[in-house]
Structures are given as C-alpha cells and as structure tokens.
C-alpha cells in the first residue's frame, strides 16, 4: 500500500494530521496558493487506483488516517459520477454529495470507527466535520476534473470502473447506502 508523505504534520484534530490543502473552499484547513506541490487531496488521488485494492491497511502516520478516509470518498464520489452525463452534471452531484449528511469519528455510522479517535468536544467535533467539508468539497471537484478529462466529455471508464471497490471493504455509504 501506499502511504502518505506528509507524516503526523504540525496540527491535528482527532487522531488525524490537520494538513494544508490547495482550496478556495474555507474550514480549519491551512490554504496554500495553487502550484505544482502535492497535498494530501492530490497525494489521494494519484494513490487511489493502487490503494483501493488493498483490504488491510497499516497506518504510519496520522496523515495516512487523511488518506483513508478521502480513499473512501472518492470511492463515493465515482459512484455518483459514472452516473452523470457532463462535466457541469458532475460537478453539481459533487457539492450535493460533499454537504449531504456524513458522519464523523464517533458517530454510529462511521465505518472505521477503531482506527480513529472521537472528539473530545463538541468544539473539536465541529472542527473536524468543518476538515472533513473542506476536504470532501475540493475532493469532488479535483476527481471531476479527472474524470471528465475526455475527448466527447463523457466520464472516463478507467476512473469510474473503480466505483465498485471497496477500499479496506469499508464504505463511508454504510451498509447498502450509496
């Protein structure tokens, strides 16, 4: 498997580096100007075809825990994209599917649960379901780009023959969601 390079980084929220991304989109995430340097979100979706395989998953760092989870969201994202028919369609599925209701570390629903740690606060679980948000929202909107990279501008079938994997066999859709 391929882990991530940015290591524990310097902030964290939960057991999960609070790491900088390239985004317009506001949240406790750190912005860095657009440039040719890797973030995590770039950093996941060049991993993705090679991670998604793996059923088990060692984890380094706590920014391999980042990793991870936007492993699952891409996966989610696919299965709306392969869906869609334009970029435009993809794009507005992509910030439905970033705001719809998710759940966070600690909460019932959260598929991995025993590899992340709870909030300790409401405050720390506002800031990491605002992480998650920023992320989940860039996310979409990068993967869109890939996926539409095409000649007539319908989504690549080498993006979305992924939609059905399933990382670690975990889905953040829950069990028959999504």
């Not at 800031?127 to 000649?151: A, D, I």
Request: with cysteine; glycine share 8%; net charge positive.
């Amino acid at each position: 498997a391929y882990h991530s390079s940015f290591g524990s980084g310097t902030q964290a929220v939960g057991n999960m580096a609070l790491l900088p991304i390239k985004t317009t989109n506001r949240g406790p995430a750190p912005c860095l100007p657009v440039s040719d340097t890797a973030d995590i979100i770039d950093e996941a979706l060049y991993y993705f075809k090679a991670n998604v395989f793996f059923r088990t998953y060692e984890i380094k760092s706590e920014s391999d825990r980042v990793l991870i989870y936007l492993t699952l969201y891409v996966t989610e994202c696919l299965k709306k994209l392969q869906k869609c028919s334009n970029k435009n369609q993809g794009l507005q599925e992509m910030y439905s599917l970033a705001i719809s209701r998710f759940d966070i570390p600690g909460d019932g629903g959260f598929p991995l649960n025993g590899v992340y740690l709870r909030p300790n606060s409401p405050e720390e679980a506002d800031t990491m379901r605002q992480y998650f948000l920023q992320m989940r929202h860039e996310t979409g909107q990068r993967l869109c780009e890939k996926v539409f990279e095409t000649p007539d501008g319908k989504p690549s079938k080498w993006w979305t023959c992924f939609a059905k994997k399933k990382f670690m066999e975990k889905s953040l859709g829950g069990p028959g969601g999504m």
